[in-house]
């Protein structure tokens, strides 16, 4: 059975199966002063739900058409953790990415997520989308 952190990760990854993200309700999953780390240790975490907004939007002008398929979750405690396979097209060759990602998500007693990491090989998405390490880097650099 589901645990309400487990569900409330559901949710807020649902809202990313769009080509156009609906920020008011990513932001009301979001505690104020939350962090997301897109690639770790790659990127730097990025803090604040506005900021964490803001660089959603700075990804979804890459690629459209983003599915998420959670192969596993779990929790323990005030973390869950979710296996998937998510997949994007990018905007400016219209060829399909797939990453397989562990995504580590820390939520506070209203369920709302204030500590988000992703892990996942980001040599093989360079690779897929035809750029070198250096340039992979330079994508993912946040703000």
Avoid at 71 to 79: D, F, R
Avoid at 91 to 99: A, L, V
Avoid at 106 to 121: G, P, S
Wanted: charged share 30%; proline share 2%; glycine share 4%.
């Amino acid at each position: 059975m589901a645990t309400a952190k487990e569900e409330a990760v559901r949710v807020f990854l649902a809202l990313m199966h769009t080509d156009k993200l609906d920020l008011v309700r990513i932001r009301a999953c979001l505690a104020e002063d939350a962090r997301y780390q897109p690639i770790v240790p790659l990127s730097a975490p990025v803090r604040g739900a506005d900021r964490i907004c803001a660089e959603l939007e700075r990804q979804y002008a890459l690629y459209k058409d983003c599915a998420c398929e959670i192969l596993n979750i779990a929790s323990a405690g005030k973390t869950v953790f979710t296996e998937r396979v998510d997949r994007v097209r990018q905007r400016s060759t219209n060829s399909e990415t797939i990453t397989h990602v562990a995504g580590l998500f820390d939520l506070d007693a209203d369920n709302r997520i204030v500590w988000w990491r992703e892990y996942w090989d980001a040599l093989d998405i360079a690779d897929q989308i035809g750029v070198s390490g250096d340039e992979m880097k330079a994508i993912m650099k946040t703000a």
